[in-house]
């Protein structure tokens, strides 16, 4: 989300007057720093990283925050950091050539209109974009400061979405991921009344009708909106990859209440089981944050029992940390940083063997590929359909297509193959 940010950002300033990206610090006349509040430790990052630019910044130049972080401290940031330019929260940064030249501007309100999400057009990658399709959040899990910082959830109606999927497509991309907090909530509230695609499952069909785009990713989505019609959607539609992510959060039914996710250990595994029966080879990743307050060792348990009975192939784990804003931060029974510690470790290092043997199951195995990327040694990189990273020998010609590969090598991060 936050990578699809700085591209809109790039986008319109790009409309004013042409910036080029540096990749020296001393040479910029404008550093925006795009922060996320999702844990505490990017915000404590924040002011020593203002210090580090203050220091390199040549004569002039502007410092601007942008993103979650601007959102939840708004002018707080330029109290504390004089230096700093402007702020601008994560629902706003359409608005940023009006703050750049406005000394000490704080934009940080969560309304939402559509030319908010209508941007000038800039890529960092022309063979695999990232669209929009919703934004906010209205799920108030007690752990989360996403609803405070990116406000409601709002739709982007679908006519506009394939618009911006075609311009990509003519431009060469090949592969879109669509983006959305709550992605496969799709549809829950449009700002007015549209026609097109209603939910999730539909818009799936209608991207997949686009000429020219080969694959569908999209993240992030929700266990509890994990409907049958979308899993079936999700199988057999040939466009869309077959790799999916499912945060777990915990394992505890009784935890996964007072996260207020929605969803029962029940339900979460039995979604996933459903997936292995549709889809065997597909990929499932997922979030799991440990040392939530309260999370006893029989809670702690669960999670360690959903992590064998699903056998993720990716895993996202976390020390819980109280956010501001959030409910959870004010739950009393807090767990102590030694036993979040240890269980983090007991749960990555399980983790860490069963990704390994997944990988290495995919040993002979043919993946299709799309090759992005030259690497040393004549190596060239892509990504599975599944998401996973393979190397091949090869040269700039197979950059940009999708090819067989037939996997011989797998260590736990990536897989070498040779074309089939
Ligand atoms: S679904 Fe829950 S965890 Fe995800 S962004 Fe919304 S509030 Fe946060």
Redesign the pocket.
């Known amino acids: 989300m936050n990578v699809r940010d700085s591209e809109h950002m790039i986008a319109e300033l790009n409309k004013k007057e042409p910036y080029e990206l540096t990749e020296k610090i001393d040479d910029a006349d404008l550093i925006i720093i795009n922060t996320c509040s999702v844990r505490e430790k990017p915000v404590s990052k924040l002011f020593s990283e203002i210090g580090m630019f203050k220091k390199y910044k040549k004569n002039g130049a502007k410092i601007g925050v942008t993103g979650c972080t601007a959102s939840h401290l708004g002018k707080d940031i330029i109290k504390r950091a004089p230096v700093v330019d402007f702020v601008l929260g994560a629902r706003n940064v359409s608005k940023i050539t009006q703050v750049l030249d406005k000394k000490h501007a704080v934009e940080i309100a969560t309304d939402y209109d559509e030319s908010t999400y209508m941007f000038g057009d800039y890529r960092s990658n022309s063979l695999k974009a990232m669209i929009n399709i919703s934004i906010g959040?209205d799920?108030?899990?007690s752990f989360?400061i996403?609803?405070v910082t990116r406000g409601e959830e709002i739709s982007i109606p679908s006519n506009l979405i394939i618009q911006e999927i075609q311009k990509a497509v003519d431009a060469g991309a090949k592969e879109v991921t669509l983006l959305g907090?709550?992605v496969n909530n799709y549809g829950r509230r449009f700002s007015t009344q549209v026609d097109g695609a209603q939910n999730f499952t539909e818009l799936l069909r209608a991207v997949s009708e686009v000429e020219g785009l080969e694959r569908i990713r999209f993240t992030?989505p929700?266990p509890l909106h994990m409907d049958d019609e979308f899993l079936q959607e999700f199988a057999n539609n040939p466009k869309v990859c077959k790799q999916i992510h499912v945060p777990l959060q915990s394992g505890s039914t009784r935890l996964l209440k007072e996260m207020k996710r929605g969803y029962p250990k029940e339900w979460f595994l039995n979604r996933c089981q459903k997936i292995k029966e549709l889809v065997p080879e597909a990929t499932i990743s997922t979030d799991i944050i440990v040392g939530f307050p309260g999370e006893s060792d029989e809670d702690f348990a669960d999670t360690m029992d959903v992590l064998e009975k699903v056998r993720f192939d990716a895993l996202f784990s976390f020390k819980y940390s109280p956010r501001p804003h959030t409910a959870a931060a004010t739950f009393e029974n807090q767990v102590d940083n030694e036993t979040a510690s240890k269980r983090l470790q007991t749960l990555q290092a399980r983790h860490r063997e069963i990704q390994n043997e997944n990988m290495q199951a995919k040993v002979g195995k043919v993946y299709k590929v799309l090759f992005e990327e030259l690497k040393s040694e004549g190596r060239v990189a892509g990504r599975s359909d599944d998401g996973t990273l393979v190397m091949v020998k090869g040269s700039e010609e197979l950059l940009g297509k999708i090819v067989d590969v037939k996997i011989t090598f797998a260590n736990i991060t990536q897989l070498t193959g040779e074309l089939a």
């Open positions: 959040c799920k108030q899990c989360c996403v609803p907090q709550n992030s929700h």
